[in-house]
């Protein structure tokens, strides 16, 4: 299978925005739960948010009514819309699917990175 590719990331003031996007693998985009993971320096990967294939969506709470996710299912890519953001936000983000992410379809992931 072929990973899937995100992209989107950069440096961003705090308040600031990025819109990341997520080229996945049509066999996996086209039947599962799609989601937005990060990782920061010396924590935990965690779930940011998934989206179903019919569209629900669902997020963690710290970014909650910051963040957005999406899915455009002719494009077979995943996206998420990021505003507000806070230092805390500074991670790698990474896209599988969610909410239980397959062990064997982990991408390079985007930095993000949130300073002034």
């Known amino acids: 299978q072929v990973q899937p590719v995100e992209s989107g990331g950069g440096l961003v003031q705090p308040g600031g925005s990025l819109r990341l996007s997520c080229a996945a693998s049509?066999?996996?985009?086209?039947?599962?739960?799609m989601g937005w993971y990060r990782q920061a320096p010396g924590k935990q990967r965690e779930l940011v948010a998934t989206?179903?294939?019919?569209?629900?969506?669902n997020y963690a709470g710290s970014v909650k009514g910051r963040f957005t996710i999406s899915r455009d299912n002719a494009k077979n890519t995943v996206y998420l819309q990021m505003s507000s953001l806070k230092p805390e936000d500074m991670a790698r983000y990474y896209c599988?699917?969610?909410?239980?992410?397959?062990?064997?379809?982990w991408g390079q992931g985007t930095q993000v990175t949130v300073s002034s």
């Open positions: 599988n699917v969610g909410p239980v992410p397959f062990s064997t379809y």
């Open positions: 049509r066999s996996i985009f086209s039947f599962n739960t």
């Open positions: 989206i179903t294939t019919g569209g629900i969506t």
